[in-house]
Every structure is written in C-alpha cells, then in structure tokens.
C-alpha cells in the first residue's frame, strides 16, 4: 500500500502523466523495495522516517525520462530539478 498524503498524491500523478507506463511501474516497486529495506531494518518508526517523502523520492527518481524533460541536460540532472520543483510546491525544504 502507498502513501495517500497530498506529495505522495502529486509525486505518483506527476509521474504517471509525464512517463510511460513501464518507468511508473517501476518507480513503485522501487518506493515497496525502498520500503521493505526500512522495515528490515527497523526504521519506519524512527522520528526521521518520512513514507510520504520516500514514495515522492522513490516515484520522481526517472522523472527526467519523461515529456517535460527537455534533453537540455543529462537525465538525471532534468528529472533532479523536477523533483525538486514539485518538492517545493509541497514546502519540503532543500537540503
């Protein structure tokens, strides 16, 4: 199950209408693997541990594959500066 804050919601939304379908269904198992490891090891009840933030992080993180990258720069760099723009819109600070 996933996280239903109101990032989680723009993260997976922002994704889905920008990245073919593939990238998205990766990208999820990517936030249940990312998930399953901080269960393992003990962390989903550590202060720190934000799920809403993992799932935006984990979702977002092949965003510069999709429609509004430009391919002025590497991938990476274009999915990168996405996040983080959708990451402010949220009032997640930088940093």
Do not use: C, N, W
């Not at 990032?7 to 990766?26: G, N, W, Y």
């Not at 198992?29 to 993992?54: I, K, P, V």
């Not at 990258?69 to 959708?86: C, H, I, K």
């Amino acid at each position: 199950m996933r996280p239903a804050g109101s990032l989680a919601d723009a993260a997976l939304s922002l994704v889905r209408e920008t990245v073919d379908k593939p990238i998205v269904d990766h990208s999820l198992r990517s936030f249940f693997f990312a998930r399953l490891t901080a269960q393992q090891q003990g962390l989903l009840t550590e202060a720190a541990y934000d799920e809403d933030l993992l799932f935006a992080a984990a979702v977002m993180h092949d965003l510069g594959l999709g429609t509004l990258a430009t391919g002025r720069a590497r991938f990476e760099v274009e999915g990168a500066d996405l996040a983080a723009g959708l990451l402010a819109e949220h009032g997640v600070p930088d940093g």
